[in-house]
C-alpha cells in the first residue's frame, strides 16, 4: 500500500538559518573572542550575522560559488565563527585545517579540497609562507586580522581579513538549496596514509546541533555561558559554534591561548558556566588551579572527549571542584559527538566513586545514533559489559563515504570505528582501545586505556601512556611512560606496585619509562606511533 505523504512543509535544514534564528531572538546575546595578537573582542550574534552576510558578499565578489571550497587555518576566534555561517551559508564548504598536520599533508589536503580562499591566523604565517606556493588553486590568503596586525609573509600577497570584506553589503540573502549538500570538511588525522576527508551536510550538521542543545547533552539556553576550548579546525569543535546560537548561550572563544593560566583567566572573567575540550586540557587547567589555590567561581560543568577521561581526574573535578563531567566519544568520521555520559536516576543515587567510574566510561548514544560491537566475524556481540569487540555506528551525522573517496567504508550499512568496546544492557558503552593500540599478549588483550587511568590515579602522575613492545614469549608486552607531576620522586617499583593492587597481575607493565613530556598531537592526543618509533624495540 501506498504511504500518505505527511502534510507538513518541506523546508530544508540550513546552517544560515542557525545564525538568523540566534540574530533574531538573541541578538543582544554576547560573543567573546580573544584576539590573536592578545586583547579580548566582544560583539554580540546579531553583530556576527551581519559580518557573516559581508564575509559572504566578499566571497561572492571573488567569484566563490555555490559547492566552491574556502580553507581555514585558525584558533577559536570570532572571525573563524564568521567564517564558519558565511562559507556554508552561502553554499559553500568550510575546509578547516589541522595546523598540527605535516606541511606535506596541509598541501596535499588544500589541494585535494580544492580550496580557493585560505583564512589564517597570524600564528601560521610561518606555515603559509612554507605551502603558498604548492597550493595553486588558493586565488586569496585571508589574514584573520585587522590591517594593523597583518604579518608580512614573503612570496604571500596576503590580505587583512576586515580590509578584505570592509567594501562588501550586509545586504547578502542567503540562498536555499538542499540540505543534503556539503557544508563543511574535515580530514583525518591520517597517521597512515594520506588523511581522508569528511565532508558534513548540513541536515548532519544541523540535526547534531539540535541534539546538541538537549538538557541531558550539552544543554545550551541563555542560562549558558560555554566556552569550546576542542578546536574549531577540528570536527567542528564538536559542533559547539552551531549549537550554542540555537540555544542562545554565551560563546566564549580563546584564541591561541590554551594554557592553564589563560584558560583559567578567561573562565573567571566570562563567568563560563560549561566548557568542552580534551582531556589533556583539563589537566593543565586543574595542574594551574591546584598549584595556585584557586576556585571555579561559576563553571559547573565541562564535556571532556577526543580520548579517555581518567576517573580519577573526573572525582578532581566533581568532587573537589564541584564541576560535573559529561565524559563524550565521536571521531572526525561522526561529525560531533555519538554518544555522552548519561545517567539513570538508579545511577544518580550510587557512591560518588561508583559514579566518577560510571562517567569513566564513554557514554550512552545521544538521540540519532546506534551503536553495536562485533566479533571478527562481523556478528553482533551481547550488550553484557565485558563482550568486546569493534565498534560500528550509524545514524544522520555519520559518515556515508570519504570525500573523492571511491569505496565506501561501511559495512551492512554501519561504520566501522576502529575502536574496541563493550557496552552494557543500559547501553552505556566503554572504549577499550583502538584497535592499532590494544596490546596482545600470550593470545589475551590488554586495554592501553584501562592502563593509563589506573597510572594517573596516582597523585605523582602527571600523564601516562602505554604502547605494546614486541616479547619473544607472550607477543606483545605493556611498555608504561610516565610523566611525573612537578617536584614528585616517583620510582619504578612504587608504580608497578600500585597498578598490581589495581589491575590485573599479567596487566602489569614489564617497563616503565619516566619522561618529562609525551608527545601530544593538535587535537591533544599522545601520539603512541612516535613512542613506538623511539621505544618500540623488543622485550626480551
Ligand atoms: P585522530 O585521533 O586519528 O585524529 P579523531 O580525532 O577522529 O582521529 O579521533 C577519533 C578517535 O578518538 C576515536 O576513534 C577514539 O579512538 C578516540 N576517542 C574519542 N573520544 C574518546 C573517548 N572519550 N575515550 C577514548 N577514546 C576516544
Redesign the pocket.
Same mark, same amino acid.
Given at each position: 500500500m501506498m504511504l500518505q505523504p505527511g502534510l507538513m512543509m518541506d523546508r530544508p535544514l540550513l546552517i544560515s538559518s542557525i545564525l538568523e534564528h540566534s540574530a533574531a531572538q538573541f541578538g543582544d546575546v554576547e560573543i567573546v573572542s580573544r584576539e590573536t595578537h592578545g586583547p579580548l573582542f566582544r560583539y554580540t550574534y546579531a553583530d556576527c550575522a551581519v559580518r557573516a552576510r559581508q564575509l559572504a558578499s566578499a566571497l561572492a565578489a571573488a567569484g566563490l560559488q555555490q559547492g566552491s571550497a574556502v580553507g581555514s587555518i585558525a584558533w577559536n576566534n570570532h572571525r573563524h565563527l564568521e567564517a564558519y555561517y558565511a562559507v556554508s551559508g552561502s553554499g559553500m564548504v568550510m575546509h578547516t585545517c589541522n595546523p598540527r598536520l605535516h606541511p606535506q599533508q596541509l598541501i596535499y589536503i588544500i589541494n585535494h579540497a580544492e580550496d580557493e580562499v585560505m583564512l589564517f591566523d597570524s600564528t601560521f604565517a610561518p606555515l603559509v609562507k612554507g605551502i603558498a606556493a604548492h597550493c595553486p588553486k588558493v586565488k586569496h590568503w585571508v589574514c584573520l586580522s585587522d590591517a594593523a596586525n597583518l604579518p608580512v609573509i614573503e612570496g604571500v600577497q596576503a590580505i587583512a581579513y576586515e580590509d578584505w570584506i570592509a567594501p562588501h553589503s550586509s545586504d547578502f540573502i542567503w540562498p536555499e538549496f538542499d540540505e543534503r549538500s556539503g557544508a563543511a570538511l574535515c580530514y583525518?588525522?591520517g597517521?597512515t596514509g594520506n588523511p581522508k576527508g569528511a565532508l558534513y551536510s548540513h541536515r548532519a550538521i544541523v540535526l547534531n546541533a539540535i541534539t546538541g542543545c538537549l538538557p541531558g547533552v550539552l544543554d545550551f539556553s541563555p542560562k549558558q555561558t560555554v566556552l569550546p576550548v576542542v578546536p574549531m579546525f577540528?570536527?567542528n569543535a564538536w559542533c559547539i559554534p552551531y549549537a550554542a546560537p540555537i540555544g542562545g548561550a554565551k560563546l566564549v572563544l580563546p584564541g591561541p591561548r590554551l594554557d592553564g593560566a589563560s584558560l583559567y583567566e578567561l573562565i573567571e572573567a566570562e563567568q563560563v558556566t560549561l566548557s568542552a575540550g580534551v582531556p589533556t586540557i583539563w589537566q593543565a587547567l586543574i595542574g594551574h588551579v591546584e598549584q595556585n589555590g584557586l576556585r571555579f567561581s561559576s563553571m559547573r560543568r565541562t564535556a571532556v572527549?577526543?580520548?579517555? &577521561?581518567p576517573a580519577a581526574l573526573i572525582a578532581k573535578f566533581a568532587d573537589v571542584y564541584d564541576v560535573e563531567v559529561r565524559?563524550?566519544?565521536? &571521531?572526525?568520521?561522526t561529525t560531533a559527538v555519538a554518544t555522552m555520559t548519561s545517567m539513570s536516576p538508579a545511577e544518580m543515587a550510587l557512591s560518588a566513586s561508583e559514579r566518577h567510574a560510571l562517567v569513566a566510561k564513554?557514554g550512552k548514544t545521544v538521540f540519532g545514533i546506534q551503536i553495536k560491537v562485533v566479533d571478527e566475524h562481523g556478528h553482533t556481540l551481547p550488550r553484557d559489559g565485558s563482550s568486546q569487540g569493534e565498534l560500528m555506528v550509524r545514524g544522520q551525522w555519520i559518515i556515508q563515504s570519504y570525500f573523492k573517496g571511491e569505496k565506501s567504508p561501511l559495512v551492512d550499512g554501519w561504520f566501522p570505528?576502529?575502536?574496541i568496546a563493550t557496552i552494557d544492557a543500559q547501553g552505556l558503552m566503554q572504549?577499550r582501545d583502538?584497535t592499532k593500540d590494544v596490546i596482545k599478549t600470550g593470545g589475551e588483550w590488554i586495554s592501553s586505556?584501562d592502563l593509563e587511568n589506573a597510572a594517573v590515579g596516582h597523585p605523582a602522575v602527571a600523564m601516562a601512556a602505554v604502547i605494546g613492545i614486541k616479547h619473544p614469549k607472550w607477543d606483545e608486552r605493556p611498555l608504561l611512560f610516565i610523566v611525573r607531576k612537578p617536584g614528585q620522586t616517583l620510582e619504578k617499583e612504587e608504580i608497578l606496585a600500585f597498578l598490581t593492587e589495581r589491575v590485573a597481575k599479567w596487566w602489569v607493565p614489564d617497563d616503565v619509562v619516566f619522561l618529562e613530556s609525551l608527545p601530544v598531537g593538535g587535537?591533544g592526543?599522545v601520539q603512541k606511533n612516535d613512542l613506538r618509533k623511539e621505544y618500540g624495540g623488543v622485550f626480551s
Open positions: 583525518t588525522s597517521t577540528h570536527i572527549g577526543g580520548s579517555a &577521561m565524559h563524550g566519544w565521536g &571521531m572526525t568520521e564513554q570505528t576502529g575502536d572504549i583502538r586505556i587535537t592526543k
